[in-house]
């Protein structure tokens, strides 16, 4: 996957997750949730185009980090929906198994370069 193919992709990420958010129900619970995961979900692809453009080897390391822990907590906030029955399993699966590929492809990344360092 190229650079740009991955920042579009965690775009995209960010907007799905924008709109599973809007389509929340209004409970103190999904409200508290929604708010976190809109949050850490569109971090990603933010983080994402910091790390591509970071001063040096290692501030892009540093903010690969911060990218594969904003898609990892991504995941939990849409499990928490998931365990917490505000949302049906067919609505977030799809969102969770990406915020999954995700973290496992920042987290690939970081130790690569850190190897190449």
Known sequence: MTPDELKKRTKQFGLRIIR??????????????GNQLVRCGTSV??????ACRGRS???????LGIVE???????YWLEMLLEAKVLRPDSVKGLIAEADELTAIMATSRKTAKLNG
């Open 57 to 63: 080897k290692a501030d892009s390391i540093a903010k």
């Open 69 to 75: 822990e904003e898609a990892d907590e991504s995941a």
């Open 20 to 33: 599973l958010v809007e389509a929340l129900p209004k409970t103190k619970t999904a409200i508290a949730i």
């Open 45 to 50: 692809g933010a983080n994402h185009r910091a």
